[in-house]
């Protein structure tokens, strides 16, 4: 089992960066595939960025591409989320989330019903 915990997440002017992290407990972390995702107020969550396990394969929706990166360090048992040129419309709860691969290696990444476990959610609020 993973439990996960976002944080990182503030009040920000549209333009500025930010950096999200997501911690994982566990020692087996380093075999999940991890995703992150959004939801703002009456919205459907929607797929951000996903990295595999390995992190040799990344993964972005087109409304954040080139302006979002995901990495992740297994030796620190975390995910990470840089975000830069945020909008007004980044404003959401974001969450990250963990999925074990199954034996076939396909990954549904965008989905979010392949994931396993999910954190909390971390609030980031951008200004105009």
């Known amino acids: 089992q993973v439990q996960l915990v976002e944080s990182g997440g503030g009040l920000v002017q549209a333009g500025a960066s930010l950096r999200l992290s997501c911690a994982a407990s566990?020692?087996?972390?380093?075999?999940?595939?991890m995703g992150w995702f959004r939801q703002a107020p009456g919205k459907e969550r929607e797929f951000l960025a996903a990295?595999?396990?390995?992190?040799?394969?990344?993964y972005y929706a087109d409304s954040v591409k080139g302006r979002f990166t995901i990495s992740r360090d297994n030796a620190k048992n975390t995910v990470y989320l840089q975000m830069s040129t945020l909008k007004p419309e980044d404003t959401a709860v974001y969450f990250c989330a963990a999925d074990l691969p199954d034996f076939t290696g396909t990954y549904k990444y965008f989905s979010s019903y392949v994931y396993d476990y999910w954190g909390q959610g971390t609030q980031v609020t951008v200004s105009s």
């Open positions: 990295i595999r396990w390995n992190g040799c394969t990344t």
């Open positions: 566990g020692s087996t972390f380093r075999v999940y595939n």
